[in-house]
C-alpha cells in the first residue's frame, strides 16, 4: 500500500504518517500539487492519496485525468470545517477524514483502498491443487499466466502470487489492458517523454518502471492491439523499454504476472495474439476453475462474505439456513466469485429473522434464485451436455472414437451392421477398428450376441 500524503495537515503530518506506516503503509509526503504530481510522474505511484482540504483538490482531479493518472483521494481537514468536507467530496474526493486522525477510521479507509478484504478462501480440492502449485512457483521468477472465466478470481490469486515471492516488499502493479484505450496503452504501460504527442505536458513513468523491483500483472492480456505486442515481448525478453517519445532505452527489473478469461491458443490461431509472447508469458499456466466445478468453496465463500457485509453494513451476523446453502449449492454461477459476492452481499441487506434464508437469495432484479425461470427440462439438458463436454476435454480424438465404437457395438449386442449404421461407417472400417482394438486387448463384444437393443442417436 503506498500512500502519499499532501499539504501539511495542519500540523497532524507526523500523526497521519505514523499511523499509516503502523498499517502497513510506505508513506510519500509532497508538500503541494505540483508536487504531488511530479512524485506521480517520476515513477513512485501511490495508490492513495490523502489530500489536505485547505488546497485546491478540483485542481489536482483534474491535473490527474489530464495525464491519465487513476488514484483515489481521500481528504483530510479540521472536524469542524464541514463547508470543507462537503466541497472536497464535490471536487472528487472519495472520502473525508477529520483531524486530529482517527487511527481506526485511517486504517480502515486504507484496508479498503488496498482491498485488503479480498482474501484467497478456497476449501475445495480443485481449487486447493491450483493453490499448491501457485505455492510452489510463487519463490520463483518465471512468469505466470492466470486463466479462467470472469469472475474466478485472477488478480486475488496474482497478487497472492507477488505476496509469497522474494518481491513480495516491492511494488505489485496492476493495468487493466481492456480498460485503457489502445492509442493510451503504450504510454501507461512505458512511459513517456514531455512532447512525445498532444497533452504529454511531462515526463511520465509508466506501470514497467513504476514495477521496478516488483511485480507487474498484466490484467486481461488478451485484450492488447497485437501491434503493441511485440514491443511488451522486447520488454519481457530484455528487460529493457522504450518510453514514447525517448532514445535511450531504459533497464527494469520486473516479474511478469499476465491474466486471461479468453482462450490464448485460439487467439494464436486467430492471429489477434502473438504465439512467441505466450510462451514468454506462460511459463507456468494457473488455471482457476470455474465456481460451479467448485462446489466447496461456494459456501465457504458465502460464509466469508456474510461476515464480512455483516461488519461493514452493521447488521446481525446470520447464519445461511439449510434451504439457502441448497439454493446457493445448486445455483450455476455464471459470475462466478464476483456474482456470488454481489448476492451475499444482497442477502445480508434483506435477509431478517435469525437466518438468511433462501428468500434473501435474489437476483439484482430481485428475482428469488430458487424459481428459477428456466423450464427444468432445459435447464437439465443444459447440465447434461455441460456434463458430456467435461467429461471429452483432455482425451485424445482416438480415445473418444474407441469409446464410441465399443459402446455403440455393446449396446447392439454385437451386431457389426447395426452399429456401423448408427455410426455412419462402412462395415469393414468398424471391422478394421475392432481388429485394432482386439489386437491391443480390448474386450470386444461378440458378434450374434444376441437380438440388438433399442439405441437411440444422441446426435
Not at 154 to 168: M, N
Not at 314 to 334: F, H, M, Q
Request: charged residues 25%; glycine residues 8%; neutral net charge.
Amino acid at each position: 500500500m503506498r500512500l502519499l500524503i499532501v499539504g501539511t495537515l495542519k500540523g497532524q503530518l507526523t500523526t497521519a504518517t505514523k499511523i499509516a506506516i503502523d498499517n502497513g503503509a510506505s508513506v510519500t509526503h509532497a508538500s503541494d500539487n505540483e508536487q504531488a504530481m511530479r512524485v506521480l510522474r517520476g515513477g513512485k505511484g501511490a495508490d492513495l492519496l490523502l489530500v489536505d482540504v485547505a488546497l485546491d483538490i478540483r485542481d489536482l482531479v483534474m491535473r490527474l485525468e489530464a495525464e491519465h493518472i487513476h488514484v483515489p483521494i481521500v481528504a483530510c481537514g479540521i472536524a469542524s470545517d464541514a463547508r470543507a468536507a462537503v466541497a472536497a467530496i464535490h471536487a472528487g474526493a472519495k472520502e473525508y477524514i477529520p483531524l486530529p486522525p482517527d487511527p481506526e477510521l485511517i486504517a480502515a479507509v486504507l484496508a479498503a483502498v488496498a482491498n485488503d478484504s479480498r482474501e484467497l478462501v478456497y476449501r475445495d480440492e480443485a481449487m486447493v491443487k491450483v493453490v499448491k502449485l501457485a505455492q510452489q512457483i510463487a519463490g520463483s521468477e518465471a512468469s505466470v499466466m492466470i486463466t479462467g472465466e470472469s469472475g474466478t478470481g485472477k488478480e486475488v490469486l496474482a497478487r497472492y502470487v507477488h505476496s509469497r515471492s522474494h518481491r513480495a516488499k516491492r511494488p505489485f502493479i496492476s493495468i487493466n489492458c481492456a480498460a485503457i484505450p489502445e492509442h493510451l496503452l503504450e504510454s501507461e504501460l512505458f512511459g513517456h517523454e514531455k512532447g512525445a504527442f498532444t497533452g504529454a505536458i511531462a515526463r511520465r513513468i509508466g506501470k514497467f518502471e513504476e514495477a521496478n523491483g516488483g511485480t507487474l500483472l498484466l490484467d486481461e492480456i488478451s485484450e492488447m492491439d497485437v501491434r503493441l505486442q511485440s514491443k511488451l515481448l522486447r520488454a519481457i525478453q530484455e528487460r529493457v523499454i522504450d518510453r514514447v517519445g525517448g532514445k535511450t532505452p531504459v533497464p527494469v527489473d520486473i516479474r511478469i504476472l499476465a491474466t486471461s478469461n479468453r482462450n490464448l491458443q485460439e487467439a494464436v490461431r486467430a492471429g489477434t495474439f502473438r504465439e512467441d509472447l505466450l510462451f514468454r508469458l506462460n511459463v507456468v499456466n494457473l488455471k482457476i476453475p470455474p465456481l460451479r466445478d467448485r462446489p466447496a468453496d461456494i459456501l465457504e465463500l458465502a460464509q466469508h462474505f456474510a461476515k464480512k457485509y455483516a461488519d461493514a453494513n452493521g447488521v446481525p451476523l446470520r447464519p445461511l439456513s439449510a434451504e439457502a446453502r441448497r439454493v446457493l449449492t445448486t445455483n450455476r454461477w455464471p459470475g462466478n466469485v464476483r456474482e456470488l459476492e454481489n448476492t451475499i452481499h444482497r442477502a445480508v441487506l434483506m435477509a431478517s429473522g435469525d437466518e438468511i434464508g433462501p428468500e434473501a437469495i435474489i437476483s439484482p432484479e430481485g428475482d428469488r434464485l430458487d424459481q428459477s425461470k428456466t423450464p427444468p427440462a432445459v435447464a437439465h439438458a443444459t447440465f447434461a451436455a455441460e456434463q458430456v463436454t467435461r467429461a471429452l476435454v483432455g482425451r485424445t480424438v482416438a480415445d473418444v472414437e474407441r469409446d464410441l465404437i465399443l459402446e455403440t457395438l455393446k449396446h447392439c449386442l454385437g451386431n457389426r451392421t447395426h452399429a456401423a449404421n448408427i455410426l455412419g461407417i462402412s462395415i469393414r472400417t468398424l471391422r478394421n477398428k475392432l481388429n485394432e482394438y482386439a489386437d491391443g486387448g480390448l474386450p470386444i463384444t461378440p458378434a450374434g450376441a444376441g437380438e440388438p437393443r433399442a439405441f437411440v442417436s444422441m446426435g
